[in-house]
């Protein structure tokens, strides 16, 4: 928003700014908060924890080469905790205690997770792995939740 002003303070106004600048509220947490975001965003979350607490049976992991397996296993380390820190702030933004806003720090590691559940769903529809199958739990579910994840990825990017 710009303030617009005559000078003499009578008159000042809010308006839209037209200018390209950014506005001050995150739109994604809009989608989060307002329009039920945060289900298929926790649900991503979760999924791409149990990802990284099983990436050593992944068979991603055990094509690639002997070097990278334990970098990725350290990562995944690192970033759990991570995970869990972003899953507190959610429940603390719909319970009111923070404002959606200050999730939009979290906006990559939520884009990871919906993007990491999106392709686990169509590795498991195309290559039909166990580990996936068991990952996604209910495969036909998981399907379902495709067009919403993909329109939680486009809603929570920070514009």
Same mark, same amino acid.
């Given at each position: 928003?710009?303030?617009?002003?005559?000078g003499?303070g009578? @008159?000042?106004?809010?308006? =839209?700014?037209?200018?390209?600048? $950014? =506005?001050?509220?995150?739109?994604?947490?809009?989608?989060?908060?307002?329009?039920?975001?945060?289900?298929?965003?926790l649900?991503?979350?979760?999924h791409?924890? $149990?990802? /990284?607490?099983?990436?050593?049976?992944?068979?991603?992991?055990?094509?690639?080469? #002997?070097?990278?397996? =334990?970098?990725?296993?350290?990562?995944?380390?690192?970033?759990i905790p $991570?995970?869990?820190?972003?899953?507190? %702030?959610? $429940?603390? #933004?719909?319970?009111?205690?923070?404002? #959606?806003?200050? /999730?939009?720090?979290?906006? =990559?590691?939520?884009?990871?997770?919906l993007? @990491?559940?999106?392709?686990?769903?169509?590795?498991?529809?195309?290559?039909?792995?166990?580990?996936? /199958?068991? /990952?996604?739990?209910d495969?036909?579910?998981?399907?379902?939740?495709?067009?919403?994840?993909?329109?939680?990825?486009?809603?929570? %990017?920070?514009?």
């Amino acid at each position: 928003m710009i303030m617009e002003s005559c000078g003499d303070g009578k @008159c000042d106004a809010s308006v =839209p700014d037209l200018n390209g600048n $950014k =506005p001050d509220a995150w739109m994604g947490g809009i989608f989060l908060k307002d329009e039920g975001g945060y289900e298929i965003v926790l649900k991503s979350l979760s999924h791409y924890k $149990k990802r /990284l607490q099983t990436i050593g049976s992944s068979p991603e992991l055990k094509d690639a080469a #002997a070097m990278f397996a =334990p970098v990725l296993q350290q990562q995944a380390v690192k970033t759990i905790p $991570k995970i869990d820190e972003t899953v507190s %702030k959610i $429940k603390d #933004a719909l319970s009111g205690a923070i404002s #959606a806003g200050s /999730l939009a720090e979290d906006v =990559p590691l939520m884009q990871k997770a919906l993007e @990491c559940y999106q392709s686990d769903i169509d590795k498991a529809e195309t290559t039909g792995h166990e580990y996936f /199958l068991k /990952l996604l739990g209910d495969l036909p579910t998981a399907k379902n939740d495709l067009p919403i994840v993909t329109q939680a990825i486009e809603k929570i %990017k920070d514009n």
